[in-house]
């Protein structure tokens, strides 16, 4: 079996959560969570996202400071297929409008989802944040993969406190 690859951005996550006392809650992983390249939706799950997966099923990072700061990775694992279930629902209601296939990973008010068909080499897909307020359908780059999008809401949570 292959080792997850490192993810210093979760890690550097978690740690500011425990150092600025900001809520940070995880539920354990499947015992047999997505694999890298398998297909979800039809669509190849991302390896930085699988390796996410296999360390936490679920994750709520900064609940506490309410409004758009909290951030959630939707849970996955024996009991709850939210992952799947949220990417399915997206699929039927914005791929069409959004004219490219994503697989939704979490959010709060505002979504946050891999773009397959923009991977790399590596198989490593970016993260894009798709605002659906009020209708309006708008979507923004946010990071290059998943731990950069880690790293990045890390920093801003710093910010912010």
Same mark, same amino acid.
């Given at each position: 079996?292959?080792?997850?690859?490192?993810?210093? =951005?979760?890690?550097?996550?978690?740690?500011v959560?425990?150092? +600025?006392?900001?809520? +940070?809650?995880? /539920?354990?992983?499947?015992?047999?969570?997505?694999?890298?390249?398998? /297909?979800?939706?039809?669509?190849?799950?991302?390896?930085?996202?699988?390796?996410?997966?296999?360390?936490?099923?679920?994750?709520?990072?900064?609940?506490?400071? $309410?409004?758009?700061? @909290?951030w959630? +990775?939707?849970?996955?694992d024996?009991?709850?297929? =939210?992952?799947?279930?949220?990417?399915?629902?997206?699929?039927?209601?914005?791929?069409?409008?959004? @004219?490219?296939?994503?697989?939704?990973?979490?959010?709060?008010?505002?979504?946050?989802?891999?773009?397959?068909?923009?991977?790399?080499?590596? @198989?490593?897909?970016?993260?894009?944040? &798709?605002?659906?307020?009020? $209708?309006? /359908? +708008? &979507?923004?780059? &946010?990071?290059?993969?998943?731990?950069?999008?880690?790293?990045?809401?890390?920093?801003?949570?710093?910010? &912010?406190?």
């Amino acid at each position: 079996m292959k080792e997850p690859m490192d993810l210093p =951005g979760l890690e550097r996550l978690m740690a500011v959560c425990q150092r +600025l006392k900001l809520d +940070l809650e995880t /539920l354990p992983p499947a015992r047999e969570p997505l694999k890298a390249g398998s /297909l979800l939706e039809g669509l190849p799950f991302d390896p930085v996202l699988a390796s996410v997966y296999t360390r936490v099923g679920h994750a709520e990072f900064a609940t506490n400071l $309410g409004g758009t700061t @909290g951030w959630v +990775l939707e849970r996955s694992d024996e009991q709850v297929h =939210g992952l799947e279930e949220e990417t399915r629902r997206w699929g039927k209601m914005w791929w069409g409008e959004l @004219g490219e296939p994503m697989i939704v990973f979490g959010g709060n008010i505002y979504t946050y989802a891999t773009v397959p068909s923009l991977a790399d080499e590596r @198989g490593w897909q970016p993260v894009v944040e &798709v605002d659906t307020y009020e $209708g309006e /359908l +708008l &979507v923004m780059p &946010v990071a290059s993969n998943v731990d950069r999008f880690f790293d990045s809401y890390s920093r801003y949570l710093e910010a &912010v406190v």
